[in-house]
C-alpha cells in the first residue's frame, strides 16, 4: 500500500514568488496535516483537514498560507508570496478516523524542503 | 517555556551501550505521550507511546512520570541502525494534533 506522498521534494524559489506543494495522504485517510519544521526548531503544526473541511488551522503562519482538500482527496498547501522566513520542511501526514487522537500515529511523507531566496 | 522540552544531544555512543534521553512537557493536562524517531531526511516515524506504567518493545523501554512531567526512553545495546533523531511527542488540542520536541539526535558509532 501506498504511503503518505509530498510533491515536490525540494523546492527553490525567490522572495516573493509563489510556491504550491502536494499532498496524497494513504487512501481511505480521512484526516490530513500539514506541519512545518523550520531549520533548528521543532516540528510544528500548521492544520488538520477531517475529508474536505479544515478542522483547525490554528497553526498557519498568515493569511499568505493557503491550503485546501477539494474532494476530500489530495491537498494543496500554497505560499504567496513567500518570504525568507517560510524556508524549511513541510510535512504532512494522515490517519484513519481520530487515530492520532487515540493512538499517537500519523503517518507521515518525507517531506517537501522549501527554500526561498 | 516550550511545551516540549529534549535533551539537545547529540548522543554519541559506541555499539551496545545504554542510553537514556529525557523529555519534559509543559501542559499538565497532557494525557497521551509518545515517541517518534526521525532518520536523516526521512519522515517522522511513530516508535512507541509511552504509558504510566512504563512499557518495554524489545530494547526500549519509555517512563513517564506525570508528577514531573517527565517522559524519558532507554535503548538498551545499542545498534548502528539505532542512529536516528528521537522526538518526544505531547497529543494537543482538541483534535489529536501532536506537539513535537526539538529531537535528540543519536548517533551509535562501531
Known amino acids: 500500500e501506498a504511503g503518505v506522498t509530498q510533491f515536490p521534494s525540494h523546492s527553490v524559489i525567490e522572495k516573493g514568488q509563489t510556491v504550491t506543494l502536494r499532498c496524497d495522504p494513504i487512501?481511505?485517510?480521512?484526516?490530513l496535516y500539514w506541519y512545518r519544521r523550520v531549520m533548528g526548531k521543532e516540528i510544528k503544526f500548521l492544520l488538520h483537514?477531517?475529508?474536505?473541511?479544515?478542522?483547525?488551522e490554528s497553526g498557519m503562519p498568515n493569511n499568505r498560507f493557503l491550503a485546501e482538500r477539494t474532494g476530500g482527496t489530495y491537498s494543496t498547501l500554497k505560499v504567496q508570496p513567500a518570504e525568507l522566513e517560510d524556508s524549511g520542511v513541510y510535512f504532512c501526514?494522515?490517519?484513519?478516523?481520530?487515530?492520532?487522537?487515540?493512538?499517537?500515529?500519523?503517518?507521515f511523507g518525507e517531506g517537501s524542503r522549501l527554500t526561498v531566496l | 517555556r516550550k511545551e516540549v522540552e529534549q535533551d539537545p544531544g547529540p548522543f554519541n555512543v559506541p555499539e551496545g551501550a545504554t542510553v537514556a534521553f529525557n523529555c519534559t512537557y509543559s501542559n499538565s493536562a497532557s494525557q497521551s505521550f509518545f515517541w517518534y524517531r526521525q532518520d536523516c531526511r526521512k519522515e517522522p516515524k511513530l516508535l512507541m507511546s509511552v504509558y504510566s506504567s512504563g512499557n518495554e518493545d524489545g530494547r526500549f523501554t519509555a517512563q513517564l512520570n506525570r508528577a514531573s512531567q517527565y517522559i524519558s526512553l532507554l535503548i538498551r545495546d545499542s545498534k548502528l541502525s539505532d542512529s536516528a533523531t528521537y522526538l518526544c511527542?505531547?497529543?494537543?488540542?482538541?483534535?489529536?494534533?501532536?506537539?513535537f520536541g526539538k529531537g535528540t539526535k543519536l548517533s551509535v558509532k562501531p
Open positions: 487512501s481511505g485517510h480521512d484526516n
Open positions: 483537514f477531517v475529508k474536505e473541511s479544515k478542522q483547525d
Open positions: 501526514a494522515s490517519s484513519q478516523e481520530q487515530g492520532a487522537a487515540i493512538t499517537g500515529e500519523l503517518f
Open positions: 511527542v505531547v497529543i494537543g488540542g482538541s483534535q489529536g494534533n501532536l506537539i
